[in-house]
């Protein structure tokens, strides 16, 4: 990754790693190119972002069941898709420094021209004939265009003369979900209109991943296939798109930094009638978050003939029989989490001169909602916040931290984006009321021991 890319995101990705957020990946042996591990932190932040979604989008409606399906799927489900023929970037390599670069991003960037469509023929000779150079060296030395497909491939033992050795690692959560449509309609009592979500991996082979957990080849996506008629579909996906605006707010990411961005018609995915991305303004540009697909009846219907199952809807009572139209909210875990950490991370400048560090977590989603701190470590003190740390344990996600200074530990907390301390001093043995600070605005009350529980229940 160019130090361009990285300058906006150095001090988020430093945070990530010394206060446990997000590690690189395989880093004892120097690293293994756009893979991550979130540490104790940043899953715990991973997983309140996740039981939310599934608490608001399924668990919340009437409409929505859910489903976990497997990574890898019959190798047909990709022929039929589109994805083996599809789904693929166009790829040149500088023979000079050995850069592996998406060719349109190339001719984008410095002739401002799409190429959208074009063969990698007339894409080669839109290279040599601009005399385009390598922006990691600088020197004109391609090879020619090629198409590079996205998917990663594995080999497989194969069972039978009439199955293929080689599947492929799923490139997104949508077809799993296709592929169990008739299970879940057999198996349960859903009435169109209804969704399947599924939270679960997906893996693509990318070029140029990069800026941080922003485009990854491993990555993990939320998402919901809403079927209904054909004729609901413009009620429906305006419907699906408040509610994703909605999210956005939920989760306390700021209104200013989202907006809509509709696709142009030539620029839409094969499946598509209608889609728009709800991009964020990231340190280093505005870059897509959330999307919301129209798939019309493509995947169910090139499922049913390519299976020989058919994939209808029986309308019962009207006599009816139809594929169903999809409607398709995706949203990023990874770009998620990327974006309420750029959107909370503040450097703070206070009236001391001093400066401190501070994620404006929103409290549903912060990975520690209270810590608890004896003033000193001293056994009477330590007794006393040891027990109020057990008494809200199983209400809270708590912290419990005795060591060094009770500013340091404050700041310590600041970093990690809880939005409460509740500190333990001499005056609590004395008329058993504590500290609340708040992280925000740093303000500090005096509360009865007894109200910690209800009051942090209010405010979280």
Known sequence: MSKKILDPLKPIVALCKRRGFIYPGSEIYGGFA??????????????????LWWKTFVQSRTDIVGLDGPILLHPKTWEASGHLSGFSDVLIDC??????????????????????????????????????????????????????????????????????????????????????????????????????????????????????????????????????????????????????????????????????KEHAKEKLSHYSKRTVDIVYDFPFGVNELYGLAYRTDFDLSRHSEESGHPLYWHDLEKKEKFIPHVIEPTFGVDRTILALLCDAFEEETLESGETRNVLHFDPKIAPIKVAIFPLMKKPELTAKAKELFQEVLPYFAAEYDETGAIGKRYRRQDELGTPFCVTIDYDTLEDNTVTLRERDSMKQIRIPIKDVKRTLLEKI
């Not at 756009?34 to 039981?51: A, C, D, F, H, W």
């Not at 198996?187 to 485009?215: D, H, S, Y």
Request: charge should be negative; proline fraction near 3%; include cysteine.
């Open 34 to 51: 756009n893979t991550y591990s979130y540490g104790p932190y940043g899953v715990e932040l991973k997983r309140n972002i996740q039981n």
């Open 95 to 260: 023979k000079t420094c050995k850069a592996r670069i998406r060719a349109d991003h190339l001719i984008e960037q410095k002739l401002n021209m799409d190429v959208e469509g074009k063969s990698p023929e007339e894409i080669t000779a839109i290279i040599q004939e601009n005399k385009l150079t390598c922006p990691k060296c600088g020197e004109h030395n391609f090879t020619d265009a090629r198409h590079f497909n996205l998917m990663f491939s594995t080999q497989m033992s194969k069972t039978n003369e009439n199955e293929a050795d080689v599947a492929y690692l799923r490139p997104e959560t949508a077809q799993a979900i296709f592929l169990d449509y008739k299970n879940v309609v057999d198996t349960t009592r859903v009435k169109l209109p209804f969704g399947i979500a599924q939270i679960g991996k997906a893996f693509r082979n990318e070029i140029t991943p990069g800026n941080f957990v922003f485009r990854l080849i491993e990555f993990e996506q939320m998402e919901i296939e809403y079927f209904i008629r054909e004729e609901e579909w413009e009620n429906s996906f305006e419907s699906w798109l408040e509610e994703m605006k909605k999210w956005c707010s939920l989760i306390g990411l700021k209104k200013a930094k989202t907006q809509v």
